[in-house]
């Protein structure tokens, strides 16, 4: 068995998941690149965007729960939802180009849940090298270190710049991760069958 990534065949929805893992990471970063965020919030649909890309209105049957998508104000997160996707839907198809070829962009689309479980994680990862720095190196202008062990949602105001390195660190550390797991189950479980084949 070859270690192959994996490929989304629907390049646009392949796109979109992407855009849609960095929007839920830039939102968390307390809005790093703001994506057109102005006109259209992040929050008003890119959760919608994933259940319309996942797939989902398409295995809803008798036993499928929407209880939780009722609202006093129905037509309004509808009404936002749709005009959300559809920007993104169209803005995809007119700038997607080299996009649809990126073997990054596929990866960072296939591995969304790695990025939204862990991105946080990551985040912490980068405070907690502050953390040390501070506390045994030399302290760090703005740095507070109380603050940071009390919430998870703490980041270094030192500079609107800093945020990219929350941002990157927070995609590229769950995508390093998965990777390192990938490599780390093919050795385990494929390679030793491969040795075996070629004896």
Known sequence: ???????????????????????????HTWITFNLFGDF???????????????????????????????????VTPMISSIVGILFWLTLTDM???????SRFVNYMSCNTFWIMG??????????CILLTVHEHITPLLYFDAEYFKESEWYYWEISPAFKRVYL??????????????????YRIFYRPEKIQENK
């Open 118 to 127: 862990l991105h946080i994680t990551f985040f912490n990862i980068v405070n």
């Open 40 to 74: 259209i919030p992040y929050n008003s649909f890119f959760m919608p965007m994933f259940v319309f890309i996942s797939g989902y209105f398409n295995k809803v049957n008798d036993s499928t729960d929407l209880a939780g998508f009722t609202s006093p104000f129905i």
């Open 168 to 185: 990157t660190t927070g995609i590229l550390g769950p995508l390093a991760l998965k990777k390192m797991y990938d490599l780390a189950v």
């Open 1 to 27: 068995m070859q270690n192959k990534a994996r490929s989304k065949s629907n390049k646009k929805f392949m796109l979109l998941s992407a855009i849609g893992i960095l929007m839920v990471v830039d939102h």
């Open 95 to 101: 700038a997607g180009g080299a996009l649809f070829e």
